[in-house]
């Protein structure tokens, strides 16, 4: 049973990386591509690191998982946020195309 279980937690993780890197080469702006890198390349990864934590089942393994967990989280955000504000704040169209310089 544990086992489904960890093929489903890695099925289902690599399932949402797969999107997460479609839609980064499908998407038309960096603001869509950026939102879709983060939400589903980190639900993906969270779901790969669950089923590592079930099938390490030790205190110490689980721990470090949890940390990177933890280490995943805290960053994700804040980098998605940081190039969004970076991309806002240059003369760059929001269809992609770059504006003309004067």
């Given at each position: 049973m544990?086992?489904?279980l960890?093929?489903?937690?890695?099925l289902g993780?690599?399932?949402?990386?797969l999107?997460?890197a479609?839609?980064?080469v499908?998407?038309p702006d960096?603001?869509?591509?950026?939102?879709?890198s983060t939400?589903a390349?980190?639900?993906?990864?969270?779901?790969?690191l669950?089923?590592l934590?079930?099938?390490?089942?030790?205190?110490?393994g689980?721990?470090?998982?949890?940390a990177?967990v933890?280490?995943?989280?805290?960053?994700?955000?804040?980098?998605?946020?940081m190039?969004?504000?970076?991309?806002a704040r240059?003369?760059?169209?929001?269809?992609?195309?770059?504006?003309?310089?004067?």
């Open positions: 544990i086992d489904i960890k093929a489903l937690l890695i993780g690599g399932a949402f990386v999107i997460a479609i839609g980064i499908r998407l960096l603001l869509t591509r950026m939102h879709a939400k390349g980190t639900l993906g990864s969270l779901l790969i669950a089923a934590a079930i099938e390490i089942g030790t205190v110490a689980t721990s470090k998982v949890l990177t933890f280490f995943l989280l805290l960053t994700a955000p804040i980098a998605a946020h190039i969004g504000r970076a991309y240059t003369s760059v169209k929001r269809d992609g195309a770059q504006a003309a310089k004067e």
